[in-house]
């Protein structure tokens, strides 16, 4: 991990759609764990308490000898021993995005990241991010905000889901926070620790938390397709996110009449899914909530947005385009949704009255950008 002091910072908690404790999960979820908890405990034969089982992620060492099993979130290196040991005494209330379950708390979270698995965008996220250190951790083991129902943490790789929330709820804030992970993997937080303008840092996380958002909603969406409508269902009841939902599903009426190739379709639909998303987000009230957690210091170095920004955030895990050699990955974000996001947090800014006199005066988005990973004189 790079930077680990750098990423003590909390990324976005995910607010969205929560207004206070979450119900209890369906009785299926605690059956089908209890189910897979007592055939993984006969089939090894291991005694255990309560959450103690085994970990089958090696497999034998000997044809006659017992199994093998190590814990992932034990052998990680964050870079700086505390957040090593955080992980590590905390592994058997998490789970390693390469790991399987070994006990109750796991099974719980591997039911999460189940649901995400089915769909085609959810699998290739984990995919992508089966090489890194990220894991899933129990909401138990780490203090969310009231109406938050999870969180992304850079310092310890770490995303804090709900185990006792309702399904749809677990695989529409898990895929948002899995994204956020993924946004770490492709160098895209570190411009929220360096030296900026208020403007530049709300721009980011504006781009950040619209991405995100858009990305859970394509899982949903994806999932609906093969008659799994939880996350979609839920969805549903956010205020904001309703009739953007109805956008979509007349743009997919309107894609299965018109566009012949399946495949076509599919990268057509992804595009929309996240795009009306995308602008939904920054045209809700959700961006007054991010912005007035934005720290009222202002630095003078950083006034302009990379240049790639959205060639970087907008890339679509499985969604290939046409670039350089034919290997460069499409985005669903158009060159222009960067000022878009600069643009509105200058508004939003203002009306907070967290504007200076450096943030009026400074550059737009439009300008020639600077690079915010360039070494600094």
């Known amino acids: 991990m790079s930077g680990s002091l750098r990423r003590l910072l909390l990324l976005s908690a995910s607010s969205t759609l929560l207004s206070g404790p979450s119900p209890q999960a369906p009785d299926i979820q605690t059956t089908l764990i209890a189910d897979a908890v007592n055939r993984d405990t006969i089939s090894q034969g ?39 040991l955080w992980r590590r005494v905390h592994a058997e209330q998490t789970l390693h995005i390469a790991e399987e379950p070994s006990n109750v708390t796991e ?11 089915r769909s085609a965008s959810g699998a290739q996220l984990i995919q992508e ?3 890194t250190d990220v ?33 749809g709820q677990q695989i529409v804030i898990t895929a948002h926070e899995l994204r956020h992970a993924w946004q770490d993997k492709e160098g895209l937080l570190e411009g929220l620790s360096r030296r900026q303008s208020k403007a530049i840092e709300t721009s980011l996380v504006f ?14 969406w994806e999932l609906k ?61 959700l961006p007054e909530r991010y912005a007035d957690r934005v720290r009222d210091r202002l630095w003078r170095g950083e006034q302009a947005l990379p240049t790639d920004l959205d ?12 670039g350089q050699g034919g ?14 996001a600069h643009d509105k947090a200058m508004q939003v800014l203002a009306d907070l009255r967290k504007l200076s006199v450096q943030d009026h005066g400074q550059p737009t988005a439009r300008s020639a950008f600077a690079d915010p990973l360039a070494p600094k004189v």
Not at 57 to 83: E, F, R
Not at 136 to 150: P, Q, T, Y
Not at 240 to 249: F, S, T, V, Y
Request: aromatic content about 10%; charged content about 25%.
């Open 135 to 167: 894991t899933l951790g129990d909401h138990r083991i780490f203090a969310l905000d009231e109406g938050v129902g999870g969180v992304y943490t850079p310092a310890l790789e770490t995303v804090i889901a709900q185990t006792d929330a309702p399904r």
């Open 107 to 117: 099974y719980k979270l591997d039911f999460i990241r189940d649901g995400l698995q």
């Open 327 to 340: 290997t460069q990955t499409a985005s669903y974000l158009s060159a222009f949704r960067p000022q878009q």
């Open 207 to 220: 781009m950040l938390e619209a991405d995100a958002s858009a990305f859970s909603a394509l899982v949903a």
């Open 311 to 322: 060639a970087r955030l907008g890339r679509v895990p499985g969604l290939y385009g046409s």
């Open 129 to 131: 991010l089966i090489d």
């Open 225 to 285: 397709q093969i008659g799994d409508a939880d996350a979609w269902d839920y969805l549903r009841d956010d205020s904001w996110m309703a009739p953007r939902l109805g956008l979509i599903e007349r743009q997919a009426e309107w894609a299965e009449k018109t566009i012949g190739d399946p495949d076509q379709r599919q990268a057509f639909m992804t595009r929309t899914v996240m795009q009306l998303v995308y602008e939904g987000w920054l045209q809700s009230n």
């Open 46 to 84: 291991v005694t255990h308490e309560d959450t103690t089982l085994v970990n089958d992620t090696h497999g034998q060492s000997g044809a006659d000898d017992p199994p093998v099993y190590v814990d992932l979130d034990k052998q990680v290196d964050m870079g700086w021993m505390p957040l090593s």
